[in-house]
């Protein structure tokens, strides 16, 4: 259903709460989860197109979850939200959009992020293809100075493509560009995608770092929790195909060598327990990919280990 012009979901994540955006009051929530469907798309997208149904496929997949998610939790050694917690959580429905209007899309987007960061609140987003965090990104325009630390098999830094400036495979170079994010960290790169050489140079002279998922698995979490900005707050963008393929198949970009369910979940409880965490978006699901929802699982149980860290943060 519909409400203000914003899709409010008859099934939430967890069987949290629905609240329509627009009545959201600051003292409702800290976090939100915001689903962000479509985003800005390449002539031909490809099986990215997909990736529309995953914030709907995210929520469905929690539904086996919600009546346990008071239970214990051995991966948090308790429930994710423990006895004493204050951490308040809403889902707030799906930004409108259609598969053909990449700038509506995106200023909807946009529009939606600022109005959850204008009353105080979290945005924990479920996308739609990898173009979507651009605009969740410029929506801090005016909070920085924020670090961005991608989790991608793939760099994201070309300038264009198809005459696309803010398609999925310029994230990092638009998110990099903006003068809020003073900070920009890349994590699990492998394989080959789109990127050129000459990508990865101006990456590498932006000031960017750029760890390798092979990189990642010999120097550990620990280490790469140590080069982020101590009292910056962080955004975390999770590309799902940052994950190996045994792990989650269902994405539009496969490449071996990604990252193991047990690094991923210590990487964002990491950052969610030990650094001020801005917001985080989950992108790349391909749900028609997806026929055990096993993909979608492992989005929903980081969506929850990153819950639980900032629950426990928030104990009183």
């Not at 423990?82 to 053909?100: E, F, K, N, Q």
């Not at 995106?106 to 924990?124: E, I, T």
């Not at 990092?172 to 994010?181: A, D, K, Q």
Request: hydrophobic share 45%.
């Amino acid at each position: 259903m519909h409400a203000g012009g914003h899709v409010v979901s008859e099934v939430t994540f967890l069987g949290l709460p629905a609240t329509a955006l627009e009545s959201l009051r600051p003292d409702e929530a800290d976090v939100a989860i915001l689903g962000v469907p479509h985003g800005v798309p390449y002539p031909d997208p490809g099986l990215t197109t997909g990736c529309a149904e995953a914030p709907d496929a995210v929520r469905q997949r929690s539904r086996r979850l919600a009546s346990f998610a008071g239970h214990h939790d051995f991966d948090l050694d308790g429930p994710m939200l423990p006895p004493g917690s204050g951490l308040r959580i809403a889902d707030v429905g799906d930004v409108p959009g259609t598969p053909d209007d990449g700038a509506g899309n995106a200023a909807r987007a946009q529009g939606a992020v600022r109005s959850l960061l204008d009353a105080g609140v979290m945005p924990l987003i479920f996308g739609g293809d990898d173009s979507v965090p651009i605009p969740v990104l410029r929506a801090f325009a005016g909070r920085g100075p924020v670090c961005v630390v991608q989790v991608d098999a793939h760099l994201d830094y070309r300038d264009e493509v198809a005459g696309v400036r803010e398609g999925y495979s310029s994230t990092m170079r638009r998110i990099g560009e903006m003068e809020h994010v003073a900070r920009v960290v890349q994590v699990g790169l492998r394989g080959v995608g789109s990127a050129r050489s000459s990508d990865v140079a101006d990456a590498r002279a932006a000031g960017n770092l750029l760890v390798t998922a092979r990189q990642l698995r010999e120097r550990g979490v620990p280490w790469l929790l140590a080069q982020l900005p101590m009292g910056m707050p962080i955004f975390l963008l999770f590309d799902v195909d940052a994950l190996d393929p045994s792990v989650a198949p269902a994405v539009s970009g496969l490449s071996p060598g990604g990252l193991s369910y047990d690094l991923a979940s210590d990487l964002v409880c990491g950052i969610a327990a030990n650094h001020r965490l801005a917001g985080a978006a989950f992108t790349e699901l391909v749900p028609a990919l997806d026929a055990t929802g096993a993909s979608a699982l492992i989005v929903v149980r980081l969506a929850m280990l990153l819950l639980g860290a900032l629950a426990r943060r928030s104990e009183v």
